[in-house]
């Protein structure tokens, strides 16, 4: 059996971070590294190539080729693209690592960088129509804005000025559409952003991790399907975001309690961990004692923190990382990602001190500060 060539697409600083995670497990090899992709080979089919956490989606290679250019001419490459691909195999390989269902119709979403002298739609009608005339079954337009029929295959087109690429879906939907996703809010956590910021908090059994702002609770879910025996605690000021988490985390061990992230109800060192999407990037507001004193925020994370404990924070800019900075902790490691039109930065930072005996806790300090405790 040959290798089968799949694509893990992703946002934009997230390459990486998918890369790490498809090899960590041994689950294949990576080939290339691309513009929110990566491309691997896997000679082991199953359902692990879809349970990539930090991938927005996998994707089977159906065709490659040159990139046709900006004039409205070269969509006729697409549609030949679309005629070399060999449907019979990617059906069957579809099968093989975690697709279901017959094939009832075709949908194709494409991008592409660059200016170009077509739009979207027409690359997606160039494929698609072939596409669906080989397969024998309906072509759902999304020129219409509307869903597709359920049992359409999802196919992705890519013009990334060299390289024209075609990819079949495995699974149904997306995989960053998650099943627990029953309530979101304004400002929720993409979900693979998220993982990837749990999986850079290096989780251990027995640890406490914590999310101050939690809102859905998006991070500290992914954190419970990364690390069982890691205790999650999230607050909120929010009532209605500490039952958007408490719903989404169902029978999940994470305990959700609403707070003033300004005034925690946890003792000083309390949290091993902090992962937390603070509210600085406009789309939440801060409210309670964060309204008046933004600082109380970095206060409380000082005080509640672990010495040599880490936080992983989405921070909307480099002023951010400077105030952490300001308040004692280390950046260990800085990543800016782009997601829904802004380019926040992912940073992990560590807290100075050491662990005690126990490898837990006792209170940091706060170089050059006073008032370590916000309360």
Not at 120 to 149: F, I, K, N, Q, W
Not at 199 to 220: E, H, I, K, S, W
Not at 279 to 298: D, H, K, T
């Amino acid at each position: 059996m040959t290798a089968a060539r799949l694509v893990a697409r992703c946002l934009r600083g997230l390459e990486q971070a998918v890369a790490a995670e498809i090899l960590q497990p041994g689950l294949s090899t990576v080939t290339r590294l691309g513009h929110r992709e990566v491309h691997f080979h896997t000679l082991r089919p199953g359902p692990r190539a879809v349970g990539l956490s930090t991938a927005d989606d996998v994707f089977l290679l159906a065709a490659q080729g040159a990139d046709i250019g900006t004039a409205k001419e070269g969509l006729s490459g697409l549609a030949e693209l679309a005629d070399e691909a060999d449907l019979d195999e990617l059906t069957r390989s579809r099968r093989r690592h975690g697709g279901s269902g017959p094939v009832t119709g075709v949908e194709v979403s494409a991008s592409f960088l660059g200016g170009r002298n077509f739009n979207r739609y027409d690359a997606e009608d160039a494929v698609g129509r072939v596409l669906a005339h080989r397969l024998g079954v309906g072509y759902h337009s999304r020129r219409t804005g509307l869903a597709p029929p359920a049992g359409h295959t999802g196919w992705r087109l890519t013009l990334d000025g060299v390289r024209a690429t075609l990819m079949l879906r495995i699974t149904d939907r997306p995989l960053h559409r998650r099943d627990y996703k029953r309530r979101s809010l304004a400002g929720t956590l993409h979900p693979p952003l998220a993982a990837a910021m749990a999986r850079m908090a290096d989780l251990r059994p027995g640890l406490t991790v914590l999310d101050p702002c939690c809102g859905a609770g998006t991070l500290l879910i992914e954190a419970a399907s990364q690390r069982p025996g890691v205790l999650l605690r999230g607050f909120d000021l929010s009532p209605d975001a500490v039952r958007a988490a408490r719903e989404n985390a169902g029978t999940l061990p994470v305990t959700v309690t609403r707070a003033d992230a300004g005034r925690l109800p946890l003792p000083d060192g309390g949290a091993d961990r902090v992962l937390c999407n603070p509210p600085w990037g406009g789309q939440v507001a801060a409210g309670g004692l964060l309204a008046s004193s933004p600082e109380r925020w970095w206060a409380e994370l000082r005080r509640v923190l672990a010495p040599a404990g880490t936080a992983v924070l989405l921070l909307p800019d480099a002023g951010d990382i400077a105030t952490g900075i300001r308040w004692g902790l280390v950046p260990t490691h800085v990543q800016r990602v782009r997601v829904s039109g802004a380019q926040p930065f992912v940073v992990r930072f560590t807290a100075p001190g050491r662990p005690d005996r126990t490898g837990r806790q006792g209170r940091p300090g706060h170089p050059g500060h006073p008032g370590g405790d916000a309360g």
